[in-house]
């Protein structure tokens, strides 16, 4: 189905939430349609945000916004939805499109596997009636659908259209760029050689791929790296966690800045207890790459600027691999809490491919790394 066709089956005139790539094409229609006109269209820092968005547009207008999500971002949806739109509270309508990665039957990553076998039923827990969106669904199929679904919504009910993969299509060409010239795989290479033996949390997405191949193609292990699967937001907050029971250890974090907003209150919690051993890295692209490349807040806030608010001794911005490499090792020799907010601009290899080894295998063997076993 068209994703023009979807969207007018749905009869939303205002959207919201975090981009997925089983909704790319959805995504990049709004993009096309709305751009980030604010009247139309938001791109949420995280899926519980998008839920409070689409109430107060409600509030406002008395009409039903549409809320897009990976499954992944269900958890996220989960208190606002039971316990502020659910019809034995306020009874506010919210059309939910969900992407539903890790279907079963269907080969995904390991951190969809469990997820998608619970999409439905989380649905199904919230009262949220839904409706799954395959390729063979007809357009006759989504608009008896839709329709069924209107009368739910003025209940004061909730909706969700379950994506499957391949079910939307968009033929435009929606192109994401940014002025800065950094290459994230780069930035990371260069982490690298100064971390040294150091511990490396990085965020899920790209960041950990590209971290996984460099390793790969310098003859290394893995050891050092734990590599965050899903959770996306919180890998500051793994980080944190070792740094307090290992002071002996630096302990370095690869963010990105669609992870670092999505959980932004980690630096506040970060700042205040000011680990001594803690380098914060955000790769900052203004962009959720991974999944497409669509628009982050990032691009247009100061990202260190909230980290020395938040506390942070240390927090400086750089756009070049001289400022970079400087930033890398002046961190390193520091015995302060530091963030390197580290400009660069959108794109990966192609080729590039995905860790060989299990999330399982990839925690054990930092385990035993960490703990000098």
């Not at 059309?95 to 990665?101: D, E, K, L, T």
Request: net charge negative.
């Amino acid at each position: 189905m068209k994703a023009e066709r979807f969207m007018e089956l749905l009869g939303a005139d205002f959207y919201t939430g975090v981009p997925d790539s089983q909704l790319k094409a959805l995504c990049d229609c709004l993009t096309a349609v709305y751009g980030t006109d604010p009247m139309h269209h938001v791109i949420a820092a995280n899926e519980g945000n998008a839920v409070g968005l689409a109430a107060g547009y409600y509030l406002a207008t008395g009409k039903t916004a549409a809320v897009y999500l990976q499954n992944s971002g269900e958890g996220n949806i989960i208190n606002p939805a039971a316990s502020l739109c659910n019809e034995q509270v306020y009874g506010i309508p919210v059309i939910f499109v969900v992407g539903w990665r890790g279907e079963p039957g269907v080969h995904d990553e390991p951190q969809h596997i469990y997820q998608g076998a619970v999409t439905l039923k989380l649905l199904e827990d919230m009262d949220i009636a839904s409706c799954v969106i395959g390729p063979e669904t007809s357009e006759e199929e989504m608009a008896t659908k839709a329709t069924e679904f209107r009368a739910l919504l003025a209940q004061g009910k909730q909706v969700a259209f379950v994506v499957r993969k391949g079910a939307l299509a968009y033929d435009g060409k929606v192109s994401y760029a940014n002025g800065f010239t950094m290459r994230r795989e780069e930035i990371i290479r260069r982490i690298i050689a100064v971390s040294g033996d150091d511990p490396i949390v990085s965020t899920t997405g790209k960041a950990s791929r590209e971290l996984f191949e460099l390793r790969e193609a310098a003859g290394e292990g893995h050891e050092r790296d734990f590599l965050t699967v899903g959770s996306m937001g919180h890998s500051s907050s793994i980080a944190l966690g070792i740094a307090l029971q290992r002071p002996e250890k630096k302990v370095w974090i690869i963010d990105g800045d669609g992870a670092a907003l999505m959980h932004m209150g980690a630096l506040a919690v970060l700042g205040a207890i000011k680990p001594r051993n803690v380098v914060h890295i955000i790769i900052n692209n203004g962009a959720h790459e991974s999944v497409g490349g669509q628009p982050t807040a990032a691009s247009r806030i100061d990202l260190a600027a909230i980290a020395r608010g938040c506390g942070y001794p240390n927090a400086v911005s750089v756009d070049s691999f001289g400022e970079l490499d400087r930033a890398l090792r002046e961190a390193k020799g520091k015995s302060e809490l530091t963030l390197i907010e580290a400009k660069c601009a959108i794109g990966a290899r192609s080729d590039l491919g995905r860790p060989t080894t299990t999330a399982r295998e990839n925690m054990q063997n930092f385990m035993s790394n960490l703990q000098g076993e």
